[in-house]
């Protein structure tokens, strides 16, 4: 997606999230996924943070950042699935990259998402 008003429509409906950023996470990678996090939930979204890497330790005074998961069960299943501070799948690793059926995508980053 590339439409503000539609990324905005879409995150307000979402009810089960994945947020997911790349791996070696820097603060701008835990940070943005603890931020946006934060907003989804209190809209009454389900949300799974995942990291393929553990969160630095320089990091770990991160409100939430305990919550970030490394792994994620082969059942799981989002309706939206979002990738943050980075732009590709690939960047992101891990359980993250799967065909996660009827599931929105969206990255928000400063990168052009590289098809």
Request: charged share 20%; glycine share 8%.
């Amino acid at each position: 997606m590339s439409n503000f008003q539609a990324i905005i429509e879409s995150l307000a409906g979402a009810k089960r999230v994945l947020i997911g950023s790349h791996y070696n996470p820097d603060g701008d990678a835990i940070g943005s996924m603890l931020a946006l996090g934060s907003a989804l939930e209190r809209q009454g979204a389900q949300l799974t943070l995942f990291n393929r890497d553990a969160v630095p330790g320089n990091l770990k005074f991160m409100h939430g950042s305990e919550r970030i998961v490394n792994n994620l069960p082969a059942d799981a299943q989002f309706d939206q699935v979002i990738m943050v501070d980075c732009a590709h799948f690939s960047r992101v690793g891990g359980d993250f990259k799967r065909d996660y059926q009827n599931a929105t995508t969206i990255c928000i980053d400063h990168h052009i998402l590289e098809e």
